[in-house]
């Protein structure tokens, strides 16, 4: 039987925006804040809705602290630079022992905005989970704010002694990454 881990956070961006930057403009937004996490990404089959497949390369994820200048850190508010370097230096940790992966849009309802992503094959399905599935829930809460539900479903492969670090590294990874795309998608429309 699967397993779940569900949480709640919330953006300070529109529900259209933040519903684009997760979908068909996710790997742009990824790639434009986060270059060095994302080396590559190929579409391998579909249009882009749902049964799409991406194969997707992690980066080694430089730290975005180690990347910028003195000038340049001059133009990033203290705390958004600190949030932001806090985000890097975790997600290059992990990314870079993440192998490459397929991945799925196994669902994308934008009646509903509603998003569901499935690893099919590489990536942390070389790393103990036998299958796992993120999805997204976006509620309009206001204008330029949106809750985000994450529910990720989940089996560890049977011979796992203990999975709670994978679990909490998948878990923490995508809410990092949510934190990625909400902070470009909120730096692009100031």
Request: charged residues 20%.
């Amino acid at each position: 039987m699967a397993s779940r881990v569900e949480f709640t956070t919330e953006a300070e961006v529109g529900i259209q925006t933040l519903w684009n930057g997760i979908t068909k403009d996710k790997f742009t937004v990824l790639g434009k804040a986060a270059p060095s996490m994302l080396q590559d990404f190929q579409v391998l089959e579909g249009d882009g809705g749902s049964g799409t497949i991406f194969y997707v390369t992690l980066g080694p994820g430089e730290s975005l602290c180690n990347v910028l200048t003195i000038e340049e850190r001059s133009f990033v508010s203290f705390i958004s630079l600190k949030s932001t370097c806090f985000v890097f230096s975790f997600l290059h940790k992990v990314a870079k022992h993440v192998p490459p992966f397929k991945e799925k849009f196994v669902d994308l309802d934008e009646t509903e905005h509603l998003a569901s992503f499935q690893t099919v094959e590489g990536g942390f399905l070389e790393l103990g989970f036998a299958s796992y599935v993120v999805s997204l829930k976006l509620d309009y809460i206001g204008d330029n704010r949106t809750l985000v539900k994450v529910v990720i479903t989940y089996d560890l492969v049977k011979d796992l002694e203990d999975g709670t670090a994978l679990v909490d590294g998948l878990t923490n990874m995508v809410s990092e990454y949510l934190k990625i795309v909400f902070n470009a998608l909120q730096e692009a429309t100031v």
